[in-house]
Nanobody, 119 residues
Framework: VQLQASGGGLVQAGGSLRLSCAAS????????MGWFHQTSRQAREFLAA????????YYAASMKGRFTISRDNAENTMYLQMNSLKPDDTSVYFC?????????????WGQGTLVTVSS
């Protein structure tokens, strides 16, 4: 399985970005996927997840309302729409694939895409 995250860049505070995660190598529509970002302590913090069908979504409380996770199984791609961005959102964002559902092992990771939010 290969995951390729993209869509990061420089944006002003209050702006929006849409991140993409293109997947290959396994039946994408079966897999629960998630977005994470890197904290100042280099840990990867959960942001959002989506079930294989897209029918169930999960968010970190701090992100709900500003970020929206979605997927297009026909295109083997997952998205993270980020609105009302703040300088504190500056980070490297990663996509990952769960072994099974949310809370199970994160089996595969993308390489990360950098988001920089200027004040």
């Amino acid at each position: 399985v290969q995951l390729q995250a993209s869509g990061g860049g420089l944006v002003q505070a209050g702006g929006s970005l849409r991140l993409s995660c293109a997947a290959s190598g396994r039946t994408f529509s079966w897999q629960t996927m998630g977005w994470f970002h890197q904290t100042s302590r280099q840990a990867r913090e959960f942001l959002a997840a989506i079930s294989g069908s897209g029918g169930n979504t999960y968010y970190a409380a701090s992100m709900k309302g500003r970020f929206t996770i979605s997927r297009d199984n026909a295109e083997n791609t997952m998205y993270l729409q980020m609105n009302s961005l703040k300088p504190d959102d500056t980070s490297v964002y990663f996509c990952a694939q769960y072994l099974s559902g949310v809370g199970t092992k994160l089996e595969y990771w993308g390489q990360g895409t950098l988001v920089t939010v200027s004040s």
